[in-house]
């Protein structure tokens, strides 16, 4: 059986545990949806929890997280130094949103708060480019999306394979094995609305009343975890 690593780089908010589970049961479920059945191990990268070595698993996920890569914690150093060691090893890694940004600051690129301030709600992309593992072929879709930092500078070597007007980098395949997606396909609609009802004020009021619309959109988070467990090669 396929061994998958999720690298937790955050937990739900405690105000929240009465509604949802955690992070790794959405993982679970989202991974699930995709009719594959895998071996989780979860590793609590906020407490500088991650794999001895890269062989811990087959393949990893890398979750979202409420900080910024740039911010001074001490596990952020930690992750990035395990992202690093799986260069050239052969063992795949996916990336979301907090994820895909530290895999682009580890490998050499740049992601900081963006211009383009938050984007929430369930949002459209374009696709540029046509590979394998993006099966079923999509030229646009929409996937949820809670974020104020974007990739801002592409690392060398890497493609970027997905886009809009708003976050230009939003899908980047960094080499052969590591992938970056700033959406969150393994959020529900309803965890988005609450998320959005908790940064309201946060949130400016026009961007917030467009996300809370937008949660009438159909979403493809299936088909883009089809695309993940495609690229982690889970059988």
């Not at 955050?10 to 992070?23: H, M, N, Q, T, V």
């Not at 679970?28 to 590793?43: F, Q």
């Not at 794999?51 to 698993?57: K, L, V």
């Not at 400016?204 to 988070?221: F, I, K, Q, T, W």
Request: proline residues 6%.
């Amino acid at each position: 059986m396929y061994r998958l690593g999720l690298l937790a780089c955050d937990f739900i908010p405690g105000e929240l545990r009465d509604r949802f589970e955690g992070y790794p049961v959405m993982f679970a479920a989202a991974i699930a949806s995709t009719g594959h059945d895998v071996e989780w191990r979860t590793y609590r990268v906020y407490e500088a929890e991650v794999p001895q070595a890269p062989d811990e698993c087959d393949g990893y996920i890398t979750s979202g997280s409420r900080v910024g890569v740039y911010d001074k914690y001490a596990w952020i150093p930690v992750l990035e130094q395990f992202i690093r060691s799986l260069v050239g090893g052969g063992r795949p890694m996916v990336g979301l949103c907090f994820g895909h940004q530290a895999m682009a600051q580890a490998l050499g690129g740049r992601a900081q708060k963006s211009d383009q301030g938050w984007g929430v709600g369930v949002q459209r992309y374009r696709t540029h480019a046509r590979v394998d593992w993006m099966d079923p072929p999509m030229k646009q879709f929409t996937v949820p999306v809670c974020h104020q930092d974007q990739v801002t500078t592409v690392p060398g070597g890497a493609k970027v394979l997905a886009s809009s007007d708003h976050c230009a980098n939003f899908i980047i395949q960094f080499n052969e094995t590591m992938l970056g997606i700033q959406g969150h396909p393994e959020f529900e609609r309803d965890y988005i609305d609450v998320l959005l009802e908790l940064r309201r004020e946060v949130i400016p009021a026009p961007v917030h009343a467009d996300a809370v619309e937008s949660l009438g959109r159909r979403h493809d988070n299936l088909s883009i975890m089809q695309w993940i467990t495609n690229f982690l090669g889970v059988k």
